[in-house]
């Protein structure tokens, strides 16, 4: 049998080009459409749009950092201060005191109302609005698959 090439064919490597251009340039302008309109980052408004999500606006710390892609002390220091804005509150787990808990304020859940609108229109102008409907589906079952093998290797 013979050895796949170490390189990329031409179509492989321009839809690599693609993708890195989308995982590399995407949150760079999602941060500055969020920095001139809201004042924060993604990674910011990523954490209150996942608390807001989830029962009762409230995660433990370890799977808020887990599910926002961050280190538990980048994600401690990000709270020091939504904790000084008042957006949320951390406490002990009573379920388990080994973690910490963190729940989304209403202050913290106002400033996610007030922030979605424009980081929403940002969001389908950069990634929906340029795709047929068709394009979307194709786009996210095959965005599924390269998310689920990603995982699988990121958590081993």
């Known amino acids: 049998m013979e050895e796949p090439s170490p390189w990329l064919d031409a179509e492989q490597q321009e839809l ?15 941060d500055r459409q969020l920095q001139r309109d809201a004042g924060m980052s993604n990674f910011e408004y990523s954490v209150l749009a996942r608390l807001s999500m989830v029962d009762q606006d409230t995660m ?11 280190t538990l002390p980048r994600l401690s220091k990000l709270l020091d201060r939504f904790e000084a804005r008042e ?26 109302v007030d922030c979605a609108p424009g980081h929403v229109a940002h969001v389908r102008r950069l990634v929906f609005d340029p795709l047929t409907t068709v394009q979307r589906r194709h786009l996210g079952a095959a965005l ?6 990603v995982r699988r290797e990121v958590t081993g």
Not at 60 to 70: F, K, M, P, Q
Not at 90 to 103: E, F, V
């Open 16 to 30: 690599w080009q693609d993708l890195l251009t989308v995982v590399i340039a995407l949150p760079a302008a999602l």
């Open 60 to 70: 433990r710390l370890s799977e808020l950092a887990r599910d926002c892609d961050s």
């Open 87 to 112: 957006w949320i509150v951390r406490r002990i787990d009573p379920s388990d005191g080994r973690y910490t808990l963190a729940t989304l304020t209403e202050a913290g859940r106002q400033k996610l």
């Open 144 to 149: 599924s698959r390269v998310a689920e093998t």
